[in-house]
């Protein structure tokens, strides 16, 4: 068993190592947004299935599916106005401004852990949605060739690669520029170059159109009906997945180079700035090529087959590995941001301590190995079917966007009521000059890092506080944020009203059954170390031995046992035997004068053949008997040399050890006796 | 988990319960012969199954199928060898001649324990196949009609009856009379009739025959071939599975009434009769109304079909489900059979001890799951087909039946010898006059029982060796069990040459792989014994104690240890904690004055995050520093008050006190300290 471990995860790492990589921006964009631009790889198609089922019942009507233009760009907008939201927090939290911590922070512990529910449901389902976006671009590509029935295993080949993924984490990925960097860039280029190529040849040769005769694919749970708002908006709701995956550089902030958050927060205009771009061109084409969503393959492998013909056809293939590659990247991502929201959650006593260890390999194994475990059932109870997953993603997303907002709002608030305090103790110059040398303010103030934290134990002069007030721009921030909160909270209310009986509602349960798991985690820990602590501990009374050897017969771990209770309580040992057959009790009786060591032997009657009740009931007897002594019960016990050879022993003392250790005020000591072969 | 126990199978029985009820011939015969007789159930159809092959080759040649008579009466006269030969065995063991201790008391261990290990293959067996062909006498009723889709669903039906009759053995089913007399003797009067009403019917219409347009099936596994002497062996060798459980009367004389051997030999010879007669009456009548094997209706169901028509119709289900009872109850048998021979073999130290140790109810629960466990795995394997597991039965039962006989044959060989030498050695009547009265021989030399086991200290008189070589008649017994050892061996040998490739290898491999099993776990408990004796044991040293108490960090739970530690020890106490964490350790020392008990408190480094390595390493640097001492350790342990907080903390003690079993010369305390709510 150990020997695979190490084979498969390789030798500990020492704890010194746990060190941070700065990245630069470049290298940044291609760490932080593998999640957030691979969706573009099933948004298009998402919305396309929902108006699938007004085109069928308008029969066969394409104006239909040219729907998905204005959608998109409702789609976009609400992606800008996240973007931009973002950015606020990005230089409000330069250590990492995760929504669990905004929330936590702003609006009290249970907005926080709301906040953390729905995101650690939102990373397994990010996992899970990828992977099989990702399965879908492979199997994709097979479609048509004698190879199509590779898209029958669409759950193994998912399972597969969440299992690679897993061990990978698990030995310790770094989120290394070199692993990222690649694939990441490879897509962007690529998709969007298949952008570009498809609106030059559409213009060149507007004839062009997706084949007819195929399995039309209309969303799961939707039945042909006319295209009204309610319709649009359920496509807008499955459109918004392309907006997950966008927060994550608020998480990663201290990953940057300095300064941190201007690098994050360009990176992030860039990302955002790249997705639109990406989303909104794959939309358009698939308006214009009139691409309909298929039985086995995905939109974008359906127009990359339809513009890139004759000597580009391997650039077909390129975009669907690229596009493949992205995915799983994204899926990595979770498996980095999951095992640290849990260590959080951990750290602060709502999960488990467990998740807050790091393994040999100083990862968050147990987190890692979660995580794998729920998005892989996910896979496979969903057959493997992104559409199928979409309609529960992106909820726990949306919630957490809401809640984080909110509390960024409450955050200026605070800020904009202390600096008008400020402003109210603000002194002059001269009245504090000589204090200010020694607290260092002054680079605190020049900087636009957090003044709020940094006020100082002296108060300002005047002219400091309007610093301060210019390069906070709290009013500002305010409103960006407020508009934020009520976008993302409009956009969540539209979700449960569309994607709730669709699968939505699994969430919306979900998180309240976490929430209530988290607070009665967090109130045992709070009772144990209340009961653990130290204080008002009075000294303990001294107390007196008695000791009781359970006994299985006379042989040498027996002996030793005995001779081990002696030297601890010379005069108050007992050798307790249960009759489970007169005949082997009679020997016993007879060969206790020579190797009982001259210890009391007491023999208690069994008539169901237990071991354990007659035993207890002793034990119970002799503390009733004198209430203030201890009681040891010392357990001989012989070692079996080779493990298999435990199998042809009873476990009695293995059992009577568990059984023990809920019976308040006694020690268990364990003698063992050490076979050889 | 303890309550849903007692749900299912009552509440504890007492030792002294444990008492045997007496049979009469009549109850006795239906305890004893419900797995013998229910075999007619199947075993004309298995032989159909193969002529099948020849039936198909030979361009549908009605013929073919006559030869079921000739296969029959063959297989009736071995029935009648092997009964005539184990009432050999009833006279000669009068206390229970199971397979297993004839071989071993006559031919030695190794051919026991393969009789042992054939029988407990072929008990196994015998729970699939009865319970297979149970529930095709279930499922046959419901063809041609629209509950016919029940035949899909045999392995289902089949591990609910294992289940079943699992629990209610588990609950401890007395072998009553009231459980089996009444479904043996209805299905015997049934079955009996049946056969009686066929023929008459046969007679006053003998047009009746049956359909012809049926689904015919072949033997698993042959393909169409002309009827040779191989094919016919091959049937005869499926047919004989009609011998299997005619040695279950052997096993069990002492449940029988005053005088034990004769009852139950005369038993035997009555089911030997009546299975004989229902055997050759089934091939007969399925000659007779010209039965062809059917994929998905048993012969018995067809005939009774054909010839319960009209108002007599009933009787066809009555026959059905008087043959499913049986069979259950056939299965049953090996219930009991299974456990006691598992449980003679674990008190010779050839099966794991909890083997031998019966459960609350007083029956052996181990032997009584495993059955249950295996039966189901081949019942589930075999998709519920008894044609299928048949090729597998019988071998285990013709080995042990050939192992039985010739250990018979050596046991009259004894006898005969001991009988020479006695009167060699015999002395006149007078001699020992006076001896005679005291010994009390007088009775035991009337009686015919055991005349070998009964020899006098004292010589006998020549007169009294004539009466005793006169009773034991070992010249004629030899015979007897001479032909039964032949016969059985050679029917073994056609088993191994027809069935192999068709299954029986398996059984053939299985067989020694046991046999192994048996040999590897006797000498594991020799050696055990062996190095646990008490022989030569010199009076033990006396030993210093040093403790050492691993903390991690300070609480009442470590206080209590530490206090603990110093009873025993009081300046040996040294507590160790694992640096993890620079702070936390900085933070401990500050404590330690205050709650250290005045301990010596040793802080160890651990780059690789491990805390047993560490705290191992240093176990050893004690052990070698002074290696006279015996090094207690005392692990401070907190035990939550309800189970499942134990996932909400590392299981560190658990593990340590896992890993610390294996360390010599280390006793492992447990202080817990208990946790309210």
């Known amino acids: 068993m150990a020997s695979l471990k190490r084979l498969l995860l390789g030798s500990p790492i020492r704890t010194a190592r746990l060190a941070h990589e700065r990245l630069t921006k470049k290298t940044a964009l291609a760490v932080f947004s593998s999640d957030a631009l691979s969706s573009t790889a099933y948004a298009t198609e998402e919305i396309l299935l929902v108006l699938a089922a007004a085109f069928v019942a308008q029969k066969y009507d394409v104006t239909v599916f040219s729907r998905v233009i204005p959608v998109s760009i409702g789609i976009a907008t609400l992606l800008i106005i996240v973007a931009i939201s973002y950015r606020q927090t990005i230089h409000a939290y330069p250590s990492g401004g995760g929504s669990y911590i905004v929330a936590k922070d702003n609006l009290g512990t249970m907005p926080g852990l709301i906040a953390a529910a729905s995101l650690l449901v939102d990373y397994i389902l990010t996992v899970s949605v990828s992977i099989a976006a990702g399965v879908a671009a492979i199997t994709s590509t097979f479609v048509g060739t004698r190879w199509a029935w590779i898209d029958e295993h669409r759950v193994g080949i998912g399972l597969f690669f969440i299992a690679f993924i897993a061990l990978a984490n698990l030995r310790g990925v770094r989120e290394s520029g070199a692993l990222f960097a690649g694939p990441t860039y490879a897509f962007i280029v690529s998709f969007i170059f298949m952008i570009g190529y498809g609106l030059v040849r559409y213009y060149l040769s507007p004839h062009i159109a997706a084949p007819n005769d195929i399995e039309l694919k209309i969303a799961e749970g939707y039945h042909p009906q006319p295209l009204t708002w309610f319709l649009l908006l359920a496509a807008f709701s499955n459109g918004c997945a392309a907006l997950t995956g966008i927060e994550a550089i608020s998480n990663g902030i201290p990953a940057f180079k300095q300064p941190e958050s201007d690098n994050a927060a360009k990176t992030l205009t860039v990302m955002a700035a790249l997705l639109a771009t990406m989303f909104i061109g794959t939309s358009v084409m698939a308006y214009l090529y009139k691409i309909h969503p298929h039985e086995h393959e995905t939109v974008i492998s359906q127009f990359g087959r339809i513009i890139f013909t004759g000597y580009m056809s391997w650039f077909y293939y390129l975009v669907q590995i690229t596009t493949a590659a992205i995915l799983v990247l994204a899926a990595n991502t979770s498996f980095a941001d999951f095992p640290r929201l849990s260590s959080l959650l951990a750290r602060d006593r709502f999960l488990p301590r467990q998740f807050a260890t790091r393994g040999d390999r100083l990862v968050f194994s147990n987190g890692i190995i979660l995580l794998a475990v729920f998005s892989g059932i996910l896979v496979w109870a969903f057959g493997g079917e992104t559409s199928r997953l979409i309609p529960l993603y992106a909820v726990g997303v949306f919630l957490s966007f809401t809640l984080s907002q909110s509390g960024m709002v409450v955050h200026w608030w605070k800020e904009g009521k202390a600096l008008q305090q400020m402003r109210r103790e603000a002194v002059t110059e001269k009245d504090i000059a000589i204090t200010r040398n020694q607290s260092g303010l002054e680079d605190n103030v020049t900087g636009k890092l957090e003044p709020l934290r ?123 035997y249960v009759n489970l057959d007169d005949e082997q009790t009679r020997r016993l009786r007879e060969k206790w004068d020579q190797w009982g060591s001259g210890v009391n032997l007491v023999i208690v009657a069994s008539p169901y053949r237990s071991l354990a009740r007659p035993l207890f009931n002793y034990v119970d007897r002799v503390r009733r008997g004198s209430p203030n002594v201890l009681i040891t019960i010392v357990l001989p016990e012989f070692v079996p040399a080779k493990w298999w050879q435990n199998l042809l022993h009873n476990q009695n003392t293995l059992f009577l050890k568990g059984a023990l250790l809920f019976k308040k005020g006694v020690v268990v000591t364990n003698v063992p006796y050490h076979l050889e072969h």
Request: hydrophobic letters at 55%; charged letters at 15%.
């Open 454 to 576: 940094l006020i100082p134990s002296t108060p300002l002069t005047i002219a400091e506080v309007e610093r301060l007030e210019k390069s906070s721009h709290w009013r500002k921030s305010l409103v960006i944020n407020g508009i934020g909160a009520l976008a993302t909270c409009i956009v969540l209310i539209v979700f449960i009203a569309t994607k709730f009986i669709h699968g939505a509602w699994v969430v919306v349960a979900l998180v309240p059954v976490l929430v209530l798991m988290f607070l009665k985690i967090h109130r045992h820990y709070v009772e144990v170390a209340r009961q653990l602590s130290t204080e008002g501990l009075a000294p303990l009374q001294p107390f007196d031995h008695e000791v009781i050897v359970p006994i299985s017969g006379i042989h040498r771990g027996v002996i030793a046992a005995l001779q081990y209770a002696k030297s601890i309580a010379p005069h108050h040992v007992t050798a307790v």
